[in-house]
């Protein structure tokens, strides 16, 4: 494997596979280690397709018969799959093959957990089931045979006939073979029901492991809500007799969306009160929102190959955060969803893997399920909303569905539905899916005594690799003017800027405006303006629009430390004050205030340092940031008490947005009050909590402060028998240790009896809470990289997916100086130099040591 050159795969090569599956039966004989899969598939030759050869992917599979139209054939084999010279005519072809699934610790095909069978089969796994056309264009009927001596065979589709250790499947939706999901094994159903709109009765059931009974009820709701949701406001009804929901323990991402049979991670939807806080309760929502959308946005119509991944993943990224913003509070949510690009694509967008939307070239289709494709392929949605306005939007939408269900499509196809519906000529804002990298907007102003204000805008994106010379991308940026008064004086305007530098004019104004720019965070760019102290601290205090004001109180913390990380300077007035006001003023959504009082991510920090032409120290950003906070403490302490009483919540606990607003606040304020208090809130709060939201925020606390050591036995002690809250004690020891003890709190986890570090959620609780800890990580020392680089070695032979992924720690390496460059460039060569390092983990090192 090693030494055979990477082959990458080129979106311009597409080609239709040569021949049309009409129907695919499956026979499953289910053991740990020696699985039969038994296939016969009804194959005829496409008249569209040039190619003819008769390629199915096939790996890791032992071929014990294959047969065409019933007479035995001997095809020739390689490590990719068989070629075969097959009829002109339509044949059937079948063929047998045994697998290991208890063996399989790639998470990926068929596979064991906790004594379970399931299948991950996106991107390219179903080839490790049997051999098939594993590719989206090839879709097909699925009849599914399930033998096994087990109380629950699950597979796609409405159940057919069972009975004593087996039972049959059939799904009548065409599908591509990513799509296909089994699960067998000892499993109780959360059972519910769903009417449709057309009156049809839906069977719903969530599987869980015995003893996770008590943790459905939740997911269920938030299911039957996004079925209801997306009947009311995409129009799609639910197309099976059944929906079905399994939670498993080792999973390599979130969830996937496999038709009428959904696998979750089950931190991504098992969920109650006492072990999971706020937030997980909120991303368990959207997740089962996001997996059930796709039925339309993904199964339904899905993609021609995986260059269009964004074509469902961005298009259902969007829809799942419409639905949050409708359950919840849409400005809260937008601020969330802005936090979570700027940490998470914006890095990836100006760095090594920066990649198109739509990528045009890979080697590992998993290593491109991105920020950029999902989070930046959401925004580039909610922009061409944006622009083209809601109601064209919704008519697109709706032909659409009725132009392309059935059919495996592409961002052309997307496209045009936009343009024959509004005459758009959407060439030009097509780059969005063609370019690397965040333009960079500019904005000068003007205003002459006539009463006319003018913005000139300049757009540029810094090329990369992957987009070496970008062009002016179509950014529609959305503006209000205020008067000095504090007054809007121009409502929310959209600018639609098409070229590399333009200028807009606003009449008629008595006096000179303060501009609110990017309202709503309506392209995902980097504002670049120098803009006073003073005018930030008025828009923190005047601007109408959520976003913005909110984004004024990120852009002071930002410029503050800033100074003080760079320049030593102290914490500036400006920021306490605004910040003082903000927290007493009553009239703002507690969650709203919680968002306000948190401070930019330091890797953010860095990289706006690093933008500016300086080197970013992580220690001293650490340091800036501590600084702030306490002074912060100090200058609110009078206030802090009272606000934190009123945070409390006395009713039931509830996961909604209202109270889980006021916990967000209190946890903010509970850590301002421990830096005052020497803790006694925190420990008050901690023997106190009935739930894990108030549990946890006070645990961290005490953590953070050096005095947590009897909570942190204490909580290990209560939770012990919880994987997932266990997880979450792994991860808050490190994410609260100080930056010199981080690596060295993670590796003594890593050596605790309960790091079982082939299940991903615990890697990435330890580890990738260490990649995630700024300061931490990139320790003088090197220590957070070597610990890292040693663990990313040792599970790539097992896990290739998962540590391919978080070598993206190191994307951002060329920041910082040189003696953690040579350092970083020195992890990275060793993983590199790994004998039969994964194709996955090679990539990625690879175009990250660039
Ligand atoms: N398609 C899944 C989703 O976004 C993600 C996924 C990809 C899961 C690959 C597993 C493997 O909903
Ligand atoms: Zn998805």
Request: aromatic share 10%.
């Amino acid at each position: 494997m090693k030494d055979a050159a990477p082959k990458t795969i080129y979106l311009q090569d597409y080609t239709p596979f040569g021949y049309i599956v009409d129907d695919v039966h499956l026979t499953f004989d289910l053991a740990p280690n020696a699985t039969r899969v038994t296939s016969r598939i009804a194959f005829r030759p496409n008249p569209d397709a040039e190619d003819t050869r008769f390629f199915l992917h096939g790996e890791g599979l032992t071929l014990i018969s294959a047969r065409i139209n019933g007479e035995e054939v001997d095809p020739e084999l390689s490590p990719e799959g068989l070629v075969l010279d097959v009829p002109a005519l339509p044949f059937i072809w079948e063929c047998e093959v045994e697998i290991d699934p208890a063996n399989n610790t790639a998470l990926e095909g068929l596979y064991m957990s906790n004594g379970m069978y399931c299948t991950q089969c996106e991107a390219e796994g179903f080839r490790k089931i049997t051999y098939y056309p594993d590719r989206p264009d090839v879709m097909s009927t699925f009849t599914v045979r399930i033998n096994g001596d087990l109380p629950v065979l699950l597979s796609n589709g409405n159940k057919g006939d069972s009975g004593e250790a087996w039972a049959e499947w059939h799904d009548p939706w065409p599908k591509p073979a990513y799509l296909f999901a089994l699960v067998a094994g000892e499993l109780i159903a959360h059972p519910g029901t769903f009417e449709t709109c057309t009156g049809r009765e839906v069977e719903l059931n969530l599987w869980v492991r015995p003893g996770d009974e008590g943790k459905c009820a939740f997911g269920m709701d938030a299911l039957k809500r996004s079925m209801r949701w997306d009947e009311e406001v995409y129009g799609r009804e639910y197309d099976l007799d059944i929906f079905n929901i399994v939670a498993v323990d080792d999973f390599n991402m979130g969830a996937m969306e496999n038709k009428g049979l959904n696998i979750f991670n089950s931190s991504a939807v098992l969920a109650s009160p006492e072990t999971s806080t706020d937030m997980n309760f909120e991303r368990i929502e959207a997740i089962i929102a996001h997996e059930y959308f796709h039925n339309w946005t993904g199964n339904r119509i899905t993609c021609r190959d995986w260059f269009q991944l964004c074509l469902k993943e961005g298009l259902t990224v969007f829809r799942d955060s419409q639905f949050t913003a409708d359950m919840r509070s849409a400005p809260v949510k937008r601020i969330s969803d802005v936090i979570d690009l700027r940490a998470r694509q914006f890095p990836e967008d100006n760095g090594p893997l920066a990649h198109p939307v739509r990528p045009e070239s890979f080697q590992e289709i998993n290593n491109f399920y991105t920020a950029t494709v999902y989070e930046k392929g959401a925004e580039v949605i909610a922009m061409l909303r944006r622009l083209v306005g809601d109601a064209a939007y919704a008519e697109a939408l709706d032909l659409y569905f009725a132009r392309h269900d059935g059919q495996a499509c592409t961002i052309e196809d997307w496209l045009k539905v936009f343009e024959d519906v509004t005459g758009r000529d959407l060439t030009q804002f097509k780059r969005w899916y063609s370019q690397a990298g965040t333009p960079r907007l500019s904005v000068q102003d003007d205003w002459d005594d006539a009463g006319t204000y003018r913005l000139t805008f300049t757009q540029s994106t810094p090329p990369s690799v992957a987009s070496p010379s970008p062009q002016p991308q179509v950014i529609p940026v959305a503006v209000g003017l205020l008067a000095p008064s504090g007054e809007e004086v121009a409502e929310t305007r959209l600018l639609e800027m098409t070229e590399a530098t333009q200028s807009f004019d606003f009449t008629g104004l008595p006096e000179r405006p303060v501009p609110s720019i990017l309202r709503g965070f309506s392209a995902p760019v980097i504002l670049e303006r120098e803009v006073t102290t003073e005018e930030r601290a008025f828009l923190l205090a005047h601007d109408t629009d959520p976003f913005n004001r909110w984004d004024a109180a990120t852009a002071l913390a930002r410029t503050t430390l800033n100074d003080m990380a760079l320049h030593g300077a102290a914490p500036d007035p400006a920021y306490l004050d605004g910040m003082c006001r903000v927290l007493g003023d009553d009239g703002l959504d507690p969650a709203y205030r919680a968002l306000m009082l948190a401070l930019p991510g330091q890797s953010e920090l860095a990289a706006a340092q690093a933008d500016a032409g300086h080197r970013p120290d992580p220690m001293a950003i650490w340091t800036a940031c501590e600084t702030l906070r306490q002074a912060l403490a100090e200058q609110a302490a009078e206030m802090l008490p009272a606000l934190f009483e009123a945070c409390q919540v006395t009713e039931p606990y509830s996961p909604d947005a209202e109270q889980s607003g006021k916990r967000a606040l209190g946890g903010a304020l509970l850590a301002l009050l421990t830096r005052l208090d020497g803790g006694a809130r925190a420990e008050d709060q901690y023997a106190k909590a009935d739930n894990m939201t108030l549990q946890l925020s006070a645990l961290g606390q005490l953590i953070r402060a050096g005095k947590g050591d009897a909570q942190v036995e204490a909580f290990y002690d209560q939770w012990q028998g919880d994987r997932l809250v266990i997880d979450k004690w792994f991860m808050l020891q490190v994410v609260q240790s100080t930056p010199d003890q981080a690596a060295s709190v993670a590796r003594k986890l890593t050596e605790h009896p309960d790091f079982n570090w082939k299940n991903p959620n615990r890697f990435r609780a330890t580890l990738g809470a260490l990649a995630g800890h700024h300061a931490g990580f990139h320790a003088a020392d090197g220590s957070g990289y070597s610990l890292l680089a040693e663990w990313l070695i040792k599970l790539d032979p097992l896990n290739p997916q998962t540590t391919a992924r978080m070598c993206a720690a190191f994307q951002t390496w060329r920041r910082y100086d040189s003696d953690r460059q040579a350092l970083i460039r020195a992890e990275l060569s060793r993983i590199a130099a790994q004998p039969g390092l994964s194709r996955d983990t090679t990539e990625m090192v690879t175009r990250i040591l660039g």
